[in-house]
């Protein structure tokens, strides 16, 4: 026979609560268990600020911005994820990515969020470099399209 695996109280990429056997109140570690997979699923968040906003919905996730203030304090870079009336956080991983709404493009934890910065659309150049230039400007726009960069 193996031997039990021992559990630390949670998980160590997304820090998801465990449950312990005679546990009291269990449906509280599953419901923010619960809350943190729906938000961290495939993440989507509002944008990037430093303040909490003044009123919030129930799955909102923003990225937490620098010198981070009020509830935020002290969670630089996380992702601040409301929920049951309050603040939740998780820490990025390295090659998460989530879906900025504001900014209109995916952005990557790596060693802070990235975003993909597109090539400025060329210019110049003699009349044989216009087709080249065309097809540069249709990738541009399709990697703008796609999220891919601003």
Do not use: Y
Request: with cysteine.
């Amino acid at each position: 026979m193996t031997d039990p695996i021992v559990f630390t109280a949670r998980s160590a990429r997304m820090n998801l609560p465990f449950l312990f056997a005679a546990q009291a109140q269990k449906e509280a570690t599953v419901n923010e268990a619960l809350a943190r997979i729906d938000s961290l699923l495939a993440p989507s968040v509002v944008g990037e600020t430093a303040a909490p906003p003044a009123s919030s919905a129930d799955g909102e996730c923003w990225i937490v911005g620098a010198d981070a203030l009020d509830a935020w304090a002290g969670h630089d870079g996380e992702l601040a994820m409301f929920t049951g009336g309050t603040w939740m956080f998780a820490a990025p991983q390295p090659g998460m990515t989530v879906f900025d709404q504001a900014a209109a493009h995916f952005r990557r934890w790596i060693d802070g969020w990235q975003a993909l910065a597109l090539p400025a659309p060329p210019t110049g150049g003699a009349t044989i470099d216009i087709e080249a230039r065309a097809a540069i400007a249709v990738l541009i726009d399709e990697l703008r399209t796609s999220g891919m960069g601003t």
